[in-house]
């Protein structure tokens, strides 16, 4: 699994990181839930997609959230970028559109 780190170039941050070695991706099919398990060694995950989704973590049914937003509700977490993962937990994406997406794992 490739490090997630920002590369320098004579100590000047370039604003990139590496390519990773592990990214899965495909569809998405409007309001059908899919659910995965983070691979083994996995610190990080970037998400990116052509549409908006929603994402539960912990083994969590990732569902569209409707009506007014209220506390203490936990809803699915709309288009995350990078967010920190353990590996072997559940994670479920959920869109209201078809629509691609790939998810990218990295290490520390």
Known sequence: MTELSIRTNNRISTGSISFSDTVFGGDLVANTAISGIVPPG?????????????????????????????QGIIVSELNPSVRNVVAGEGISIIA?????????FYTK
Not at 96 to 104: F, L, Y
């Open 42 to 70: 996995a610190d990080f995950i970037i998400f990116s997609c052509t549409g908006d989704f929603f994402v539960s973590y912990g083994g969590a049914t990732a569902a569209i959230p409707t009506g007014s937003p209220a």
């Open 96 to 104: 209201p559109s078809d629509c691609k997406i790939t998810v990218a």
